[in-house]
T-cell receptor, first 115, second 114 residues
């Protein structure tokens, strides 16, 4: 069965420093991987996705993510954090092998960027 | 282009009642998914619809049901409400069912069960 793990409940980083939010996955077929962000009292917003091709994926708001097949990881990164990046981040995997499609989300990681 | 619209945004019910939530997807999107978000359980998949057919279902009791109409609008219903059903219910749409596109989320319907 597909699963997504986000090992950190919270990540704290100073503004201007690089940030990493970790994600590992387990799927039975090819992984379709996504990152979403949620601001307070709002729905989720799409940041970026990996379907195939280049292992480094660039997305919205300066975020990027690195796909590592051998480590089954898809970590979210940003070279220089902003206070406005503080939010809840979800990694997700969409599995297309189990007789249907569904998108499964990790538990979420709260990012706190301090000025 | 209008986003995903969910109604109502907030509602309060008592145990034993039932509730119906509505979701209008982005124009042209034919797939609608529903999720339950709670602080303790995170985002839990409820079901996904495409072309008026439920294509996949999560591990929720039969009290949770849904449907999709010919215009792709979707509703979900929860009967015999329990305190534990208090949550933010999120709807998301995407272009098709078999594609690998991203989900577009509404702002959610926050249900409180007293």
């Amino acid at each position: 069965a597909q699963s997504v793990a986000q090992p950190e409940d919270q990540v704290n980083v100073a503004e201007g420093n690089p940030l990493t939010v970790k994600c590992t996955y387990s799927v039975s077929g090819n992984p379709y991987l996504f990152w979403y962000v949620q601001y307070p009292n709002r729905g989720l917003q799409f940041l970026l996705k990996y379907i195939t091709g280049d292992n480094l994926v660039k997305g919205s708001y300066g975020f990027e993510a690195e796909f590592n097949k051998s480590q089954t990881s898809f970590h979210l990164k940003k070279p220089s954090a902003l206070v406005s990046d503080s939010a809840l981040y979800f990694c997700a995997v969409r599995d297309g092998v189990s007789g249907g499609f569904k998108t499964i989300f990790g538990a979420g990681t709260r990012l706190f960027v301090k000025a | 282009k209008a986003g995903v619209t969910q109604t109502p945004r907030y509602l309060i019910k008592t145990r034993g009642q039932q509730v119906t939530l509505s979701c209008s997807p982005i124009s042209g999107h034919r797939s609608v998914s529903w999720y339950q978000q709670t602080p303790g359980q995170g985002l839990q998949f409820l079901f996904e619809y495409f072309s008026e057919t439920q294509r996949n279902k999560g591990n929720f009791p039969g009290r949770f049901s849904g449907r999709q109409f010919s215009n792709s609008r979707s509703e979900m219903n929860v009967s015999t409400l329990e305190l534990g059903d208090s949550a933010l219910y999120l709807c998301a749409s995407s272009l098709g069912y078999m594609n690998t596109g991203e989900l577009f989320f509404g702002e959610g319907s926050r249900l409180t069960v007293l």
